[in-house]
């Protein structure tokens, strides 16, 4: 199998590995570099536990993916930010907050990737309607909360505004 | 049995330096080699053992694959890696393409479609592909870049069977050409999966219809099907342009499509029920385009 | 009639306070079993599994996989003699002799990552002989049904559990009351029917996973995604012969868990292989297929209703035989099926009653716990026959439940008085909240729409002897760390705790924390994280043991200040005198003690309270009747109420709205349980219309979630009203009861009821596809 040197950036720090082809960006995030913040759900493409934001080079901005459907070797030179670099100075992202908030954590295995998307949706469309809230999650599946107050939550977090920091 | 493992298997990721060189190299490793975009559809099989490959070969990265764009004159061009989100975005496609942009967005969930492709879609050939049926009646073109060179195969003669198309060992699809659209034409994609959205399609239905004088009834009609028979289907329902377009025309032609199709029983659905739907959708979507171009 | 509580709520009980383990879930900074870090040490598990629905196993040869290159070990069944199981131990960790379902683990390989132990499970040979097996409850008892566990007569089980030797049924459990064949005869109306239930995954976001290791003095650590720490290390330690103490079972948050994680289902697995390569901790994680149909599953159900009622739609009498689906080991089912029998009247008020629930051995996936216990599955069934029967005697379905519901005082069938109940005001709450009996014009005219009602039951199903038990100790800053076993799954349950404790003693809720990850070498035993007993149980636990550290730092003030202790209290961290108004930070206090105000020296000492609790007004219960003084705890008990919208062209079905209605007897965080029952009703809404195992001679058809799906953001619906009830429990704190559970019981029913009411039609298995639902109209000439 061959074997490749990747350098990315991932939450802002400059990371280098050396991946055999088929190791996941999932794998990569959780086995390689133990930021196990991003969850395996399925290794499918199905739950969305897995979702990151992936800017590969040239890109402006990060777009969510689910990591287990991506491989390592696809992100050289691209820039990734995971739950763990949401927050900004001991700073929450308003969609963590507002989630907190609105209720919309029960176990928390889903919660990770739920907020990425919540962070990508609201990037692309500061004010989205319910419908559009709904439509960006299909992806990430919850079994807790039913969903409501997650909805709920990204509402609020729209209303909170754009986060402290740099996303990517 | 079909089991997934945990991970995928091994293979060895090539990354060609050109067109050229990348038909070559999956030419020389026909069966072992395959070109991929998202790979969302490849990772799947390969995880649980239904495919196997020795090389994955990436070439999204070579000339025009990332190219949307769109010429007043000659219609739409979707280079092979162009993601279906921004298919779904993109003001050119959303002015003079609904349907597909429409049809884009059906597909899975916004990160799955950050990834996976509409040249994935058209050249995995799944009958459930949702994207096929607004290809077809679109009149899309797959541009393929071959050992012998660059050529164009219509999509109407691309699918030959579940999974199987016309591509050749060492073609790689470079893009999707879509002509421009009959002037003030319409067009709607309706989706039936088990959950409101993000399922695969237990039937998919596309209608087209526009203005032409040369037909009896003054109107013509395309009708896609995805997910009701070994390969998307397309269609001219006779009950449409042989008189005057009516609700019993249009119930007429729905019959007729339901008829054409081919559906088989699987766990998302039996074949009856998919005729029935068929027959229900089509007569929605032509309802719906009717409406609108005969308004 | 209410009782009185000797410890009045006050802050923050009552109070909606932000999750204890909100910020670190945020941040993915909370640790799950997968995310723990074992360094390059750790060996990867796979298991090889039967892919035969019944078989023998005729030979097994490991020889090549254990040559493969970076395999560690093998084990099979010959390294596990021992039987495990809850409340029947009817099954070996790896099969011995005997496979029973498609699934069954036949061998274990460790090597140095999961591609290897994957490529060493091909290397194994086994061969079957391959038996005829039982796809169906009801067949599955007939007396020339093949017998799938030859031995059940010498299996152990517990005492209030009662398998048939030489069958299939590994437990029956009956009621009779009243006189049921002479009361037919007095009814107005009787209504006869029968449903079916499918299996039903959990489907927990986090797939099993748990790493377990052995040192060389044959002490094992476990690290696992789990509900039972404490039940994990007391079952794998008796199948493994030996010591309890021998086990540490640490278990972090678990990401959800809605029984899957219960008992023991893959953890002992691990355990055996990690056996085989001492020193080295050995992971064995499933794949999402794997999770499908090799950790417990929901029962499937063949239910028989019987049910008359008179003029007045008075109930007369009821005769429901459950046929239970539970799969090639009943260890946990058995109880369930008792559970299904003794609530098996659901929440009703009948003279007249014969029920019979029966766990019938099949070559299905096993059956475990799943939210709900039984009562999902009996009320799906129960909840429509009673719409239907009041329905034939012209009477409208939530009119017949005000009129026959339970309520306190009643007797229930097995001879219990209820305590006093506010479910009367939930079917009151609830309709009036969907606007019961009015009906909205459709969005379109070819949709139409309904409204359905269900109502339900359910009491902590456990042994009578499940304990709960909490220590509360401060630290040096009076911060205070709760300690116990029961597990944070998602349900707020440390949260909760903390609530409690902060409440007992008179300290702020931030001054709180629960000591986490549950470790059985640490924390005070806790029987499992089941049954939504945890508010109720583990709360009066904590509580007690609040009580208890409060007492000792009173009494130590007291001495200090030469005063009464009940003049003394704590309020906001600080004690207080009502008598001289003196008051003291607790920090001055809680470890350091108080100088001696006699003299020379200190008195007190670190604050330590200790609290446990456990249920010992329970009684057993006729085999041949189900009689007795108290089969349950309690009950806690609730309606639903649902408006759905049918398109007839395609079949689908959408829920515009959803009312849930549920008495708490007090909300301890009262977000937190709308929370759950908004969770609980989309669950219930995603099990409704989209779930169930297809199983074709055994083998899943859909062990994925491509075609296993689930409710996602777009199915949930647009509109729920969470309301609380309550009417206090006498035995919880504060009046406290479980809601955890409950609030899926009556989904299905009530969608069912609501599609009967748009479009006239009945169908006798969910799920509720559109395919199903436009098939049957089309059957029922609603649509072409
Ligand atoms: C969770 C999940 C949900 C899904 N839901 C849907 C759904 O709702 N509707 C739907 O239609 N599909 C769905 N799919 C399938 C898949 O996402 C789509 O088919 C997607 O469009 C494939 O695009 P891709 O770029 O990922 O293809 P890839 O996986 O990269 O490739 C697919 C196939 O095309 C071939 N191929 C790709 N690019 C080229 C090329 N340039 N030249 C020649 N051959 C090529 C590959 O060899 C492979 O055989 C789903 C998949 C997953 C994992
Ligand atoms: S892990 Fe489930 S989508 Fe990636
Ligand atoms: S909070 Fe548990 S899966 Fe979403």
Redesign the interface.
């Known amino acids: 199998m061959s074997l490749h040197h990747i350098t990315l950036t991932i939450n802002g720090a400059v990371e280098r590995a050396t991946v055999p082809a088929n190791l996941t960006l999932l794998q990569l995030l959780r086995e390689t570099l133990a930021l196990t913040g991003t969850k395996n759900g399925c290794a499918a493409g199905e739950c969305g536990a897995c979702t990151v934001l992936l800017a590969l080079p040239g890109a402006e901005r990060g777009e969510p993916v689910n990591s287990c459907m991506v491989l390592a070797v696809e992100c050289d030179g691209a820039a990734v930010v995971t739950v763990e670099g949401l927050a900004h100075d001991h700073q929450l992202d308003p969609v963590q907050q507002a989630l907190l908030e609105a209720g919309g954590v029960q176990c928390g295995f889903c919660t990770p990737g739920v907020l990425i998307s919540a962070r990508a949706l609201l990037d692309r469309n500061p004010r989205p309607s319910e419908a559009e809230i709904r439509e960006a999650l299909v992806g990430n599946l919850c079994r807790c909360t039913g969903y409501l107050r997650i909805i709920a939550g990204i509402q609020a977090a729209a209303q909170l505004g754009a986060p402290a920091g740099p996303a990517a | 049995m079909v089991t997934a493992h945990p991970g995928l298997p091994e293979f060895d990721y090539v990354k060609p330096a050109s067109l050229a060189e990348a038909s070559r190299f999956l030419a020389e490793h026909a069966g072992a080699a395959r070109a991929f975009m998202g790979g969302t559809d490849i990772f799947v099989r390969l995880r649980d053992g239904a495919w196997q490959a020795q090389y994955l070969v990436d070439v999204k990265h070579l000339e025009g694959m990332q190219a949307l764009s769109f010429d007043p004159a000659a219609g739409l061009t979707i280079g092979a890696a162009v993601n279906l989100n921004r298919i779904n975005a993109a003001p050119s496609v959303r002015e003079h393409y609904p349907v597909l942009a429409e049809a884009a967005g059906t597909v899975a969930s916004y990160q799955l479609r950050t990834r996976a492709t509409l040249a994935g879609n058209v050249c995995n050939a799944s009958p459930a592909g949702d994207t096929l049926a607004a290809c077809l009646v679109l009149a899309g073109q797959v541009s393929v870049h071959g050992l012998a060179g660059p050529r164009q195969v219509a999509l109407k003669d691309f699918f030959r069977g579940p999974g199987k198309t016309a591509l050749q060992p060492g073609d790689v699809v470079t893009a999707l050409r879509f002509p421009l659209p009959p002037a003030g034409y319409a067009a709607k994609y309706l989706k039936l999966g088990r959950n409101t959205l993000g399922d695969l399609a237990i039937v998919g239905v596309a209608a087209l219809g526009y203005r032409e004088a040369a037909a009896a009834a003054g109107l013509r009609f395309r009708v896609g099907l995805a997910s009701v028979a070994p390969t998307p289907l397309l269609l001219e329902p006779a009950a449409l342009s042989a008189g005057p377009v009516d609700e019993a025309a249009l119930t007429a032609a729905a019959e007729a499509v339901a008829a054409a199709a081919a559906p088989i029983d699987d766990v998302r659905g039996s074949a009856e029920y998919r005729r029935l739907m068929v027959r229900n959708l089509a007569r929605q979507a032509l309802t719906e385009v009717w409406r609108k171009i005969a308004a | 009639m209410l009782k009185t509580h000797p410890t009045p709520a006050r802050g923050p009980v009552g109070e909606s306070v ?2 204890l ?12 079993a ?2 723990i ?1 074992f360094g390059p040490g750790l060996l990867h598990a ?1 298991i090889l599994r039967s ?1 035969h629905a019944h078989a023998l196993i005729k030979r097994i040869d490991a020889s090549r996989a254990l040559a493969l290159p970076g395999v560690r070990a093998v084990v099979t069944g010959e390294q596990t003699p021992g039987y495990i199981g809850l409340y029947l131990q009817d099954r070996h960790i790896f099969c011995r002799d005997r496979v029973r379902y498609i699934g069954d683990p036949v061998a274990g390989v460790a090597a140095v990552d ?2 290897t132990a ?1 490529k060493a499970l091909d290397l194994i040979e086994v061969e079957y002989e391959p038996l005829p097996a039982v796809f169906d409850p009801v067949a599955g008892t007939r007396p020339d049904a093949p017998l799938l566990h030859p031995d059940l007569g010498q299996y152990e089980a517990v005492n209030f559990i009662f398998p048939k030797p030489n069958t299939n049924i590994s437990n029956h459990f009956k009621i009779r009351r009243g006189d049921v064949a002479g009361a037919w005869a007095q009814c107005a109306a009787v209504v006869e029917r029968e449903y079916r239930v499918p299996h039903i995954q ?6 099993h996973v748990a790493v377990a290791k052995w040192d060389e003095k044959g002490k094992i650590t476990l690290w696992a995604s789990s509900q039972s720490p404490f039940a994990q290390r007391n079952l794998i330690a008796k199948a493994l012969h030996i010591s309890q103490s021998q086990i540490q079972v640490v278990a972090p ?6 029984g899957a994680k219960a008992g023991v289902s893959m953890e002992a697995l691990a355990v055996v292989i990690a056996g085989a390569v001492k020193g080295r901790p050995v992971k064995l ?1 499933l ?3 794997e999770e499908f149909f090799t950790t417990f599953v929901r029962q499937g159900l063949v239910a028989r209703f019987k049910l008359g009622c008179d003029t007045e739609g008075r109930l007369l009498a009821l005769e429901n035989t459950y046929y239970w689906d539970a799969g090639a080991y009943t260890e946990y089912g058995v109880n369930m099926t008792r559970a299904g029998g003794y609530s098996g009247t659901g929440p009703y008020d009948v003279p007249n009653v014969s029920v019979d629930s029966i766990c019938v051995y099949t070559n299905h996936p096993v059956g475990g716990p799943m939210r709900g216990f039984g009562m999902p599955e009996l009320h799906a069934g129960l909840e429509q026959a009673m719409d239907d029967l009041a329905r034939s005697i012209q009477l409208d379905p939530v009119e017949f439940r005000r009129r026959n519901c339970i309520r306190g005082g009643d007797t229930v069938a097995t001879g219990m008085t209820m305590h006093p109940t506010g479910l009367p005001d939930c079917i009151e709450q609830a309709a009036a909240a969907i606007n019961w009996g009015h009906k909205a014009p459709p969005s379109a005219p070819t949709k139409r729409r309904g409204k359905g009602f269900a109502i339900m039951w359910k009491a902590p199903a456990m042994p009578p002897n499940a304990g709960s038990s909490a220590r509360v100790q401060f630290n040096e800053d009076a911060t205070v760390t709760v300690s116990v076993g029961g597990q944070e ?4 349950t440390f949260t909760v705790m903390a609530q409690m404790a902060a409440a007992a003693l008179g300290v702020p809720y931030e001054w709180v924390k629960v000591a986490g990850p549950v470790d059985t070498d640490y924390s005070p035993y806790e029987w499992q994280t089941v049954a939504s007993r945890l508010t109720w149980s583990m709360g009066n636990a904590v509580k007690a043991a609040a009580l208890d550290a409060r007492r000792q730092v009173l009494e130590m003030v007291a001495q200090a200040w030469k005063e009464n202790p009940d003049d003394l209290d704590i309020v906001n961290g600080q004690v207080i005198s009502y008598k001289t108004e003196e008051a003291r930070s607790l920090k001055d206090i809680v470890i350091y003690g108080l100088p001696n105000p006699d003299g020379d020296g200190w008195i007190g000492g670190p604050v330590l309270g200790r609290g446990s609790f456990m249920p010992t007004y329970v009684t057993g219960l006729d085999a041949e009747t189900g009689q007795g003084p108290r089969a349950v705890v309690h009950y806690t008990t609730g309606a639903q109420a649902v408006e759905v919208e049918v398109d007839l ?2 079949g ?1 079905v ?1 829920v515009l709205r959803g009312v849930a209605a549920f008495d708490v007897g007090k909300a301890i965080n009262p ?2 349980v709308k ?1 759950q029952m ?6 219930g809404i995603s099990t409704a ?2 779930e169930g195992l ?1 199983l074709k001679d055994g ?1 899943v ?2 062990p ?4 296993y ?8 619906p ?1 509109q ?1 009203e969470a309301i609380i009830v309550e009417v206090a429990q006498d035995d919880g704190p504060w009046g406290a009861r479980g809601i955890g559970e409950h609030s899926m019981v009556p989904t299905l029913p009530a969608i069912a009821n609501a599609i009967y009411d748009a479009v006239g039609i009945r169908m006798d298995a969910p799920p509720f ?3 199903k639902v ?2 049957a109209m ?1 059957q029922a000439g609603v649509v072409q």
């Open positions: 932000a999750r383990d909100g910020q670190e879930k945020v941040t993915g900074a909370a640790q799950f997968d995310d870090q796979r892919p999961e591609q994957e959990h489907v927990p976001i986090e797939p948050y678990v990401g959800g868990g809605f994680r794949t999402r297929e799954i998602g349900q707020g062209e395609t689908k959408e977000e937190m929370a908004e969770g609980g009703l989309v669950q219309f989209f297809k083998r058809q859909n994925s979630f491509v075609d799906r689930i409710a996602t953001a777009a199915d949930a647009p729920v596809s559109a395919e436009f098939m089309r």
